[in-house]
């Protein structure tokens, strides 16, 4: 359910910008790496010092064609930097190289699924590429700090057409951007810590009404329920404006996610007036078709594609296939186990995926850590399926040895066969203890046999607990069932 005045549409139009995983700056030889000493790595190209002069990373135009390339954007065989000039303390060359008139990736889109089956298109306007600049830190004691480490470290910032209609749709949109950026691992897409950001346009008409309202922007939603939380407040803000005759002012608008709302930041005169120029220090970036074409044949399967994949490959359900290609590192991770199986079942395969989208899924997210950062090797996880698959342990006692296999890192099999936790599956070894168990709850045997079947469940606790677990279930359940039926002749 929608939560505003149903007369009236939405529409909105995302800018996201997300930072690049290249190893140097956009256009010096200064590391990009986070969390350094403040104000140590720089130099005085990314410093902005007279005389010096700017040398375009080619990393960061293998990557933007990447994303280019997979949006389904044209790419300009020659395109041009500009100046965006602005000042702030952070910024101290007092622009930043930025493209604007001619971008280098123009006229893509991606397609979100609104629901099972329905797919929306959602236009790209254009991708560019652009510096970074530096962090403000507010220090109550010491006034302000600067840190200029991040200046000069490359963006792409990624433009869509006024194509959205919900702050549903955005979400999912910015959920398909992260989803490709760290698929071609171009980007970690973190919004948190502020690799992936994204600022909102968003107007509001009637309903039929073919022109656009106007705009606001807002700024400032760093995780993705905050880009819905924040467009949902702001559609209401612009539809009672409407309602009660006033008019909707175009300017810029924080999200603040303390109190919920959206405040004015400064006005669109003031935040506008760049005065783009273009960059004199740089030539134009010229891309050749043999470059788009390679880097065409280095990109990693679609996202979308690989869900559709796994699904006609392994007879896994869509919701299973949604969550493991949700990330690239963790549908690699799933394939991983698939290729260790001994046998490809769609019954093993159901096996795989259930244990990598929950335990290992669950460990992942309490330990808050990056799928790549999984101490478990595919193969131990495959080979501890396996030893389910061929009856050697339970799926009961594999959860015992898959918590063990996190804390020692010990193969599966070291870990059954140490613990002796192989399942026993001989007849005659159970029957033996089966038997003990019949002769010594007359009582319970009394009543199954008067008709109160369901205390074949305490036999079946019973016999798994003299077992230590290991007794196979399917053996013990129907041992007992026969020796109980057996008694009423
Ligand atoms: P600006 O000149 O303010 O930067 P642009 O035309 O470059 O505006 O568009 C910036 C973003 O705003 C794009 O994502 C675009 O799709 C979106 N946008 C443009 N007009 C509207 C509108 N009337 N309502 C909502 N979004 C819009
Ligand atoms: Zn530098
Ligand atoms: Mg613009």
């Not at 490709?180 to 992936?196: A, H, K, P, Q, R």
């Not at 300017?251 to 273009?278: C, N």
């Not at 199954?448 to 003299?466: D, H, N, P, R, W």
């Amino acid at each position: 359910m929608a939560m505003w005045d149903q007369r009236y549409e939405p529409v909105i139009g995302l800018e996201v910008h997300a930072q690049l995983l290249t190893q140097s700056k956009a256009f010096c030889s200064c590391s990009t790496k986070f969390g350094q000493d403040p104000n140590s790595n720089v130099c005085p190209v990314c410093l902005g010092m007279p005389g010096v002069l700017p040398v375009l990373n080619l990393s960061l135009v293998e990557f933007i064609l990447r994303m280019g390339l997979a949006t389904h954007c044209s790419v300009a065989p020659r395109s041009t930097f500009a100046r965006k000039n602005y000042f702030y303390p952070d910024l101290p060359k007092g622009y930043q190289i930025s493209q604007y008139e001619e971008p280098i990736c123009h006229g893509g889109y991606v397609e979100v699924e609104l629901e099972e089956g329905r797919w929306k298109r959602i236009g790209i306007t254009r991708i560019h590429m652009e510096e970074d600049a530096g962090k403000s830190i507010h220090d109550l004691d010491v006034d302000t700090l600067v840190d200029v480490n991040r200046c000069g470290v490359p963006l792409i910032e990624i433009v869509s057409e006024p194509d959205i209609r919900s702050p549903r749709e955005a979400y999912l949109y910015v959920h398909k951007i992260r989803q490709i950026v760290t698929y071609l691992g171009i980007c970690d897409g973190n919004m948190e810590e502020g690799s992936l950001r994204c600022d909102a346009n968003v107007s509001v008409r009637l309903k039929g009404e073919t022109k656009f309202g106007t705009k606001t922007e807002v700024k400032n939603m760093n995780s993705f329920r905050f880009v819905e939380k924040a467009l949902e407040y702001e559609i209401n803000r612009q539809i009672d404006l409407l309602e009660s005759g006033e008019q909707v002012v175009q300017e810029t608008l924080l999200w603040d996610a303390g109190q919920g709302i959206v405040l004015p930041m400064r006005s669109k005169e003031e935040a506008h007036d760049y005065r783009y120029f273009p960059e004199p220090d740089l030539v134009p970036v010229v891309v050749t078709q043999e470059w788009t074409d390679r880097i065409k044949e280095t990109l990693p399967e679609d996202p979308t594609e690989r869900r559709n994949r796994f699904v006609a490959e392994y007879n896994i359900p869509k919701y299973d296939a949604d969550i493991l290609t949700s990330e690239k590192a963790l549908a690699d991770y799933f394939e991983a186990v698939i290729r260790g199986l001994k046998t490809k079942s769609e019954e093993n395969c159901k096996l795989a995926s259930n244990w990598t989208m929950g335990d290992v899924l669950r460990v992942i997210n309490t330990e808050k850590i990056a799928v790549s950062d999984f101490p478990l090797p595919p193969a131990h996880l495959a080979e501890m399926l396996n030893l389910i698959i061929g009856g050697t342990i339970s799926g009961k006692i594999a959860k015992d040895v898959f918590e063990d296999m996190l804390k020692t890192r010990e193969s599966p099999k070291v870990i059954v066969e140490k613990k002796g936790l192989v399942q026993v599956s001989d007849i005659a070894a159970i029957e033996t203890i089966v038997d003990e168990i019949l002769a010594k709850n007359r009582q319970q045997v009394e009543s199954y046999l008067s008709g109160k079947t369901q205390v074949l469940g305490f036999f079946v606790g019973e016999t798994m607990k003299a077992t230590k677990g290991r007794a196979n279930p399917k053996i013990v359940n129907e041992l007992l069932r026969k020796k109980l039926e057996g008694r009423k002749e």
